[in-house]
């Protein structure tokens, strides 16, 4: 119902007051991160801003699907399904790509890494090596045990530390992970034809993105919360 709002309101206009204490109820109290990720994705089409209400944790009990980095990103918790044996255990992952912002707060910023104006403008320009120090600045600024450290070969690379999926830290998604989150769903299927039009709703493609990057999150999100998971800005996997 959250995300069927945005289609009474052009995106940028003041939204009825009815319609903005709906999204400001998800914000404060919503425990899913797919209904939280909804109300966050009428205050971006409103051009309102996130509220400070949605930068803490949940407040409406557990058990609950998101939570906040030190850095204000949102991490939503994803659970596969049992008995799957690529990913034994639960896992979190950001609800957007990482922001400039986000990520020049937390390393200092390299030759080539960019971004856009504005707070969520997705970082660009970045390799592998960057991504692991982004995860180990974040483990290290919450007290959890960093995934990576230099290589023994002394040539600048750095590796994952052993038995690192197991670790408390921040670290790159596998690929099974990233599969699975990106889907949005458990279910694997065929989309039929008919839905393939709808994927401009939640996705940047040629038809919607004119061939230009874009802030994240401004489309709406998958069903485990996620946006801009299978367009906008490409990932790291490991």
């Given amino acids: ?113 960019k971004g856009g104006k504005g707070p969520f403008s997705p970082v660009r320009g970045l390799n592998l090596f960057h991504a692991m120090l982004y995860c180990n600045a974040l483990s290290e600024a919450e007290g959890l045990e960093p995934c990576y450290s230099p290589s023994p070969d002394g040539f600048g690379f750095w590796e994952p530390k052993p038995g690192y999926l197991d670790k408390t830290g921040y670290r790159v998604p596998t690929r099974a992970e990233m599969t699975l989150a990106s889907r949005g769903t458990h279910i694997e299927c065929a989309v039929p034809a008919e839905v393939i039009d709808l994927i401009d709703n939640y996705e940047w493609t040629r038809r919607n993105s004119d061939n230009q990057f874009h802030p994240a999150g401004a489309l709406r999100p998958n069903e485990f919360g996620l946006f801009d998971s299978l367009s906008n800005y490409s990932e790291w996997l490991f």
């Fill in 1 to 113: 119902v959250l995300l069927a709002l945005r289609a009474y309101t052009p995106a940028g206009q003041s939204p009825p007051g009815a319609h903005l204490k709906a999204a400001e109820d998800a914000l404060a109290q919503a425990d899913d991160a797919y209904l939280h990720s909804a109300a966050e994705s009428l205050y971006r089409h409103w051009d309102l801003g996130i509220p400070e209400i949605a930068k803490g944790v949940p407040t409406g009990g557990d058990p609950h699907t998101w939570f906040n980095a030190e850095d204000g990103s949102k991490m939503v918790i994803i659970r596969p399904e049992p008995g799957d044996e690529e990913i034994p255990h639960p896992f979190a992952i950001n609800s957007t790509p990482v922001s400039f912002d986000r990520y020049k707060a937390m390393v200092p910023v390299a030759g080539g890494i």
